[in-house]
């Protein structure tokens, strides 16, 4: 990203340094909230380290014994949410351009959508899709594309770090060691199955951070392995030791918390390194994003145990500057990328087991700035994608003509309620004990019955 602010690569510093358990935070945005997960090794967390591209959160809790059955054990026919995340604030006012709104020109001189560009948004005739987002625009014409236009929650923090941390454990105070997903997993997961919970950007993701339960991150979805400095044979006798250490005995509770976590990493490599070479039944366009989806659905189809996923849409979104070029390129592959899933899912008859949620931690001014880019707003967007999405839109775009106090689009829907209908609707959980004061909100309907 070479437009973003300086906030932004303060976040992303930030995290990096969080997910290493261990280190502890870097003084950088003081009064900042810790990220979910944060202080992972008071809490027996361990397995990561700059070194190994897999970590296994809740180690302590699988007995070694029963972790060499557990994946093979568990259920592989449970509904699955995938979260994709538009990392730095997508510009929601471009993705669903109001080009029917009177005041949308005169906010927007150059970076306003010229109507006839884009697809018209049925639901509601003043927006129109961007040109890029054409796999959401014939999704959403399929009825399988639920729209949020104008997402949010009260008094929106525009920090990117400390509206992100909101959305990652679904609640407004701070101070939340687990994600939303992460405490959904405390209560139905298994004890024995790391792939339950999936972050698919190489660290823990803060929103499948738990407390009891294993979750595991890979980088890659090709025949995953860990890194090594060295080559084979070397290589091979290394790893051949780590599973002998892992399968060991210790006199101490430290050494012990080693031992099994080598022992999952081992395992775990073995199982995904096993999918290597995988094929799709449809085409995926030539990105990263899109490949790891396409490695998503192939995981989905051999009948890994996998209910809740986390990945970062391609690009990154925080537009201050050169907004047009930058917006264009990543939604497009973000967006063809979701397309090809939804058309793989289906194809392998996958389709009614998975929905998509896509989300970022808050939209952009109203007004364009004088970088032909968009600075820190309110409101943002949001979609849940799949062919059980209701395919209806929730709340409503407010319009330009009455702003909120800071001049920036109203909120018309909470996203903590999007979070409560997923549970409920999707993964047949109660809301209650997951999202705090799950009951004041609005469950918006989400899944077909």
Same mark, same amino acid.
């Given at each position: 990203?070479?437009?973003? #602010?300086?906030?932004?690569?303060?976040?992303?510093?930030?995290?990096?340094?969080? &997910?290493?358990?261990?280190?502890?935070?870097?003084?950088?945005?003081?009064?900042?909230?810790?990220?979910? *997960?944060?202080?992972?090794?008071?809490?027996?967390?361990?397995?990561?380290?700059?070194?190994?591209?897999?970590?296994?959160?809740?180690? !302590?809790?699988?007995?070694?014994?029963?972790?060499?059955?557990?994946?093979?054990?568990? =259920?592989?026919?449970?509904?699955?949410?995938?979260?994709?995340?538009?990392?730095?604030?997508?510009?929601?006012?471009?993705?669903?351009?109001?080009?029917?709104?009177?005041?949308?020109?005169?906010?927007?001189?150059?970076?306003?959508?010229?109507?006839?560009?884009? @697809?018209?948004?049925?639901?509601?005739?003043?927006?129109?899709?961007?040109?890029?987002?054409? *796999?959401?625009?014939?999704?959403?014409?399929?009825?399988?594309?639920?729209?949020?236009? &104008?997402?949010?929650?009260?008094?929106?923090?525009?920090?990117?770090?400390?509206?992100?941390?909101?959305?990652?454990?679904?609640?407004?105070?701070?101070?939340?060691?687990?994600?939303?997903?992460?405490?959904?997993?405390?209560?139905?997961?298994?004890?024995?199955?790391?792939?339950?919970?999936?972050?698919?950007?190489?660290?823990?993701?803060?929103?499948?951070?738990? =407390?009891?339960?294993?979750?595991?991150?890979?980088?890659?979805?090709?025949?995953?392995?860990?890194?090594?400095?060295?080559?084979?044979?070397?290589?091979?006798?290394?790893?051949?030791?780590?599973?002998?250490?892992?399968? *060991? !005995?210790?006199?101490?509770?430290?050494? @012990?918390?080693?031992?099994?976590? @080598?022992?999952?990493?081992?395992?775990?490599?073995?199982?995904?390194?096993?999918?290597?070479?995988?094929?799709?039944?449809?085409?995926?366009?030539?990105?990263?994003?899109?490949?790891?989806?396409?490695?998503? =659905?192939?995981?989905?189809?051999?009948?890994?145990?996998?209910?809740?996923?986390?990945?970062? &849409?391609?690009?990154?979104?925080?537009?201050? !500057?050169?907004?047009?070029?930058?917006?264009?390129?990543?939604?497009?592959?973000? #967006?063809?990328?979701?397309?090809?899933?939804?058309?793989?899912?289906?194809?392998?008859?996958?389709?009614?087991?998975?929905?998509?949620?896509?989300?970022?931690?808050?939209?952009?001014?109203?007004?364009? $700035?004088? !970088?032909?880019?968009?600075?820190?707003?309110? =409101?943002?967007?949001?979609?849940?994608?799949?062919?059980?999405? $209701?395919?209806?839109?929730?709340?409503?775009?407010?319009?330009?003509?009455?702003?909120?106090?800071?001049? $920036?689009?109203?909120?018309?829907?909470?996203?903590?309620?999007?979070?409560?209908?997923?549970?409920?609707?999707?993964?047949?959980?109660?809301?209650?004990?997951?999202?705090?004061?799950?009951?004041?909100?609005?469950?918006?309907?989400?899944?077909?019955?």
């Amino acid at each position: 990203m070479h437009n973003c #602010c300086n906030n932004y690569t303060r976040s992303q510093l930030l995290r990096a340094g969080a &997910a290493e358990a261990g280190k502890g935070l870097p003084t950088i945005e003081p009064g900042m909230p810790e990220p979910a *997960g944060t202080g992972l090794s008071r809490r027996k967390f361990l397995s990561r380290s700059a070194g190994l591209a897999l970590a296994v959160y809740g180690a !302590s809790k699988i007995p070694l014994s029963a972790f060499e059955t557990g994946i093979a054990q568990a =259920a592989p026919g449970d509904k699955i949410l995938v979260s994709v995340f538009f990392d730095g604030g997508i510009d929601a006012m471009s993705v669903l351009a109001p080009v029917g709104d009177p005041k949308y020109a005169a906010l927007r001189p150059t970076l306003a959508a010229k109507l006839g560009d884009g @697809t018209t948004f049925g639901e509601d005739s003043r927006l129109q899709w961007h040109p890029s987002a054409a *796999g959401l625009s014939t999704l959403h014409g399929e009825g399988k594309v639920s729209v949020f236009p &104008a997402i949010g929650y009260d008094h929106p923090d525009q920090s990117h770090f400390t509206s992100r941390h909101y959305y990652e454990i679904g609640e407004l105070n701070v101070g939340f060691r687990t994600g939303w997903m992460g405490r959904y997993l405390d209560l139905v997961g298994d004890e024995e199955n790391p792939l339950q919970g999936l972050s698919m950007d190489g660290s823990l993701s803060p929103m499948i951070a738990t =407390a009891q339960k294993p979750v595991a991150a890979i980088d890659s979805v090709d025949g995953y392995d860990l890194w090594a400095a060295v080559s084979d044979p070397v290589r091979a006798e290394m790893f051949k030791s780590f599973a002998k250490f892992g399968a *060991g !005995s210790a006199d101490s509770p430290a050494l @012990t918390q080693v031992r099994r976590a @080598t022992a999952q990493t081992d395992k775990l490599r073995t199982e995904l390194g096993g999918l290597g070479g995988f094929t799709s039944p449809v085409p995926y366009p030539d990105n990263y994003f899109a490949h790891k989806l396409a490695g998503l =659905a192939a995981y989905i189809a051999a009948g890994l145990p996998i209910r809740v996923v986390t990945i970062s &849409a391609a690009g990154g979104y925080d537009t201050h !500057s050169g907004q047009a070029a930058d917006l264009t390129d990543n939604l497009k592959d973000t #967006c063809d990328g979701l397309l090809a899933f939804q058309r793989d899912l289906e194809n392998r008859g996958l389709a009614d087991r998975v929905l998509v949620e896509v989300w970022s931690e808050f939209g952009r001014r109203p007004e364009e $700035n004088g !970088s032909a880019g968009t600075d820190h707003g309110a =409101a943002g967007c949001a979609f849940v994608i799949g062919s059980k999405a $209701n395919g209806q839109m929730v709340g409503e775009f407010p319009g330009l003509e009455k702003l909120d106090q800071n001049d $920036n689009l109203r909120v018309t829907s909470d996203f903590r309620g999007m979070y409560c209908s997923l549970l409920e609707q999707w993964l047949g959980q109660d809301a209650g004990p997951i999202i705090p004061g799950a009951a004041g909100f609005t469950r918006p309907t989400l899944v077909k019955a």
